[in-house]
């Protein structure tokens, strides 16, 4: 297996840099970048392209509202290039808070969009003329839009690699089906190796089953916080995961309306009714802390990976059992880079 982490929107980015050379050096084998709406990945990829050797660079995610599916073909060339061949294209179609309010564009036919995007970027990356009629993406202009002189074109420069990695951020069961048969990787949020058939079984099954045989399997990266200690049970392990609760009560709680929360739908899916409901009653009355606190134990002990040696060993092993290929962790404590190394020499083991 594989292992990742992702680097957050707090905190300094050359700090945060540093961090990830001296991870990289412990076993890192791949950093994610954040978008949403902080400060775009894009040029963080080339900064942190520069700065390092080895680990493969991944955006986690960009959304396919706020750049053609042109520019997002040539910023996957442009990154591969500037990073020697370490660059992952992770999609997503975030959500109509951000689409519709910070970049005013209508939230529609996401797993539609995000399916012709794969396409074009792949398209463009082979260097073929970009010439596409989908439901979402057309091009050039079909006629009687613009000027009329639109022609298609390719990429002028020649890739350094003709086959990207494009993974997809997908949580509804269409679009992971559509992920299990179209992309490289599949990207989930609150994944729960024990609940994970139940919850996305029939879809990825039915989206292998129809998968294009010139990808190789499809990877999946999951996972959450990461501490190592052989006294981080019972009180201990919890109040280590407690640092999960506010972020999982924002999600499950927060993001998006009450009747339209796709966070809140996935816990509900997972079997976690009761609570959600709870959760974002409390969080959409003002309650956060309330909220936070009735996120299950149960959950945060099944979705991340916290205590001594041997449970973590479990846990690989339940991560690997459902299809995980890829563990992103954020290791918490005081020195992350021995954690890394101790996690790595488990993995290995």
């Known amino acids: 297996m594989q292992l990742a982490m992702s680097m957050g929107y707090a905190g300094s980015f050359k700090d945060s840099v540093g961090r990830v050379q001296e991870l990289e050096k412990a076993g890192l084998d791949i950093v994610w970048l954040a978008e949403a709406y902080s400060y775009d990945a894009i040029s963080q990829v080339g900064y942190l392209a520069a700065m390092t050797e080895r680990v493969q660079i991944g955006t986690g995610i960009v959304n396919v509202y706020s750049r053609s599916a042109a520019l997002m073909g040539q910023t996957a060339a442009g990154c591969d290039m500037v990073s020697d061949g370490r660059f992952i294209l992770g999609l997503g179609a975030s959500g109509p808070q951000v689409i519709e309010g910070f970049h005013g564009i209508a939230y529609e036919k996401p797993m539609q969009r995000i399916k012709e995007y794969i396409d074009v970027v792949r398209m463009m990356l082979r260097r073929e003329p970009l ?12 006629a009687g839009q613009g000027t009329g002189l639109g022609k298609p074109l390719k990429l002028i420069n020649h890739p350094v690699r003709a086959n990207v990695p494009i993974w997809w951020a ?5 679009s992971v089906r559509e992920t299990a048969a179209h992309a490289d990787g599949w990207l989930p949020v609150f994944f729960e190796p024990e609940s994970f058939t139940k919850v996305w079984g029939n879809e990825l099954k039915a989206g292998l089953a129809k998968r294009d045989p010139g990808l190789d399997q499809l990877q999946i990266s999951a996972g959450g916080l990461l501490a190592i200690g052989e006294d981080l049970v019972g009180e201990k392990q919890a109040k280590v995961l407690g640092a999960a609760r506010p972020q999982t009560a924002l999600y499950w709680g927060g993001m998006g309306a009450r009747d339209k929360n796709f966070y809140n739908d996935l816990a509900r899916r997972c079997g976690y009714e009761a609570e959600a409901i709870e959760i974002q009653d409390l969080y959409l009355d ?9 996120v299950p134990l149960e959950f945060l002990q099944k979705s991340h990976l916290v205590g001594p040696k041997s449970y973590l060993k479990e846990r690989i092993g339940a991560f690997k059992e459902a299809g995980v ?10 020195d992350p880079v021995r954690t890394i190394e101790q996690f790595r020499e488990l993995l290995d083991s």
């Open 131 to 142: 010439v596409y009629d989908g439901k979402v993406v057309q091009l050039p202009l079909p």
């Open 325 to 334: 290929t890829v563990l992103n962790v954020n290791p918490v404590g005081p």
């Open 170 to 174: 997908s949580l509804q069961g269409l």
């Open 286 to 294: 003002g309650h956060k802390d309330e909220a936070a606190a009735k």
